[in-house]
């Protein structure tokens, strides 16, 4: 593994409901989990304090849609594609989220 550490209850090894992560570079997330996955309402705390996505990453919505995106300051920004739950899929660029 990463190195980070999780805390909270564990099914079968898994962590579930309330439970905290810190990762070695020191960003941390206090919420929801299923499965170890971070799943739900929570807060996610950047260690270089800024609190905003930038690169490329993964955004998972709560309906089931899918961002496969590069993020600027927290924003969708340049290629990426949505991948939708009813299978439908758009490729494309987004500038300043839109």
């Not at 810190?22 to 960003?27: H, L, Q, T």
């Not at 499965?35 to 309402?41: A, D, K, R, S, V």
């Not at 496969?68 to 899929?89: A, I, P, T």
Request: aromatic letters at 20%.
């Amino acid at each position: 593994s990463d190195g980070t550490r999780l805390e909270g209850s564990f099914i079968d090894s898994f962590l579930y409901g309330n439970g905290s992560s810190y990762s070695p570079k020191g960003d941390q997330y206090h919420g929801n989990y299923r499965n170890n996955q971070m799943f739900g309402y929570g807060i996610y705390s950047f260690a270089n304090g800024d609190n905003m996505f930038n690169g490329f990453g993964t955004y998972s919505l709560a309906n089931g849609d899918k961002y496969f995106e590069h993020f600027y300051n927290g924003e969708k920004d340049g290629s990426g594609s949505v991948h939708y739950l009813n299978g439908n899929k758009f490729e494309g660029n987004f500038i300043n989220d839109k």
